[in-house]
Structure formats: C-alpha cells, structure tokens
C-alpha cells in the first residue's frame, strides 16, 4: 500500500495559480488511480479530479474544469493538480488520494474508491 504527501499548498490571490504535488511512496503507484478532494471549512469533502493508472483519462469536477488539470509520472510517482485561474471558493485543504484498481483506464469520482489518503494541503485563495 502507498502512502501519500502532498505539497504546494499556500495564499494565493484571486486570479493566481498553485500547483499541488503528492508523491507516493513504494512501488505500486502505477497500480492506482489517483484523484485530487477538497473540504472547505464547515462543507463536505468533494471531488476535484481524478486519473487512471495510465494517465490517458481523466475527470473534473464541473466547479474546477477547465480551470484545474491533474498529471501523473508514473515514473517519479507523483500526481500533480495545476491550479489556475483561482477564486476564493477554491479555498479548502486538498487531499490527494489512490484508488487500487486492475483497470488501466478506470478513474473514480467518490471517495470510497480511495484505499490511501494523504494528509492535506491548505489552500487559501483571498478576494
């Protein structure tokens, strides 16, 4: 089983960009689809994004698309969420999180798909 960490989180004005980073540790990361969570204060974790094994699919929540991307490199196990265009309802800690799966393209919006949760990342975006 891996274990995750995430890193990139910080204040950021509104309009700004962060990049979210988790790195996996062992050598399975290749075997789970990874998905990026949020949770506001006093709100319910939610979906962001998520990627298969392989990389070649992924998925936003409505809230985010076209404004977030998610990537992977198996080879570094490493999942990143690019964070542009941000507002302040972004504000949240981000959760990375991995899903096993025997599916290369399978990717997972609910959380209780993900066996493994990192510890969070704060991001404050300020108006």
């Known amino acids: 089983q891996v274990q995750l960490v995430e890193s990139g989180g910080g204040l950021v004005q509104a309009g700004g960009s962060l990049r979210l980073s988790c790195v996996a540790s062992?050598?399975?990361?290749?075997?789970?689809?990874m998905g990026w969570f949020r949770q506001a204060p006093g709100k319910e974790r939610e979906f962001v994004a998520t990627?298969?094994?392989?990389?070649?699919?992924?998925t936003y929540a409505d809230s985010v698309k076209g404004r977030f991307t998610i990537s992977r490199d198996n080879a570094k196990n490493t999942v990143d969420l690019q964070m542009n265009s941000l507002k302040p309802e972004d504000t949240a800690v981000y959760y990375c999180?991995?899903?096993?799966?025997?599916?290369?393209?399978?990717?997972?919006?609910?959380?209780?798909?993900?066996?493994?949760w990192g510890q969070g990342t704060q991001v404050t975006v300020s108006s």
């Open positions: 062992g050598r399975t990361f290749g075997s789970y689809a």
């Open positions: 999180a991995a899903g096993r799966t025997a599916y290369s393209g399978r990717i997972y919006r609910t959380a209780y798909n993900y066996d493994t």
């Open positions: 990627i298969s094994r392989s990389g070649d699919t992924t």
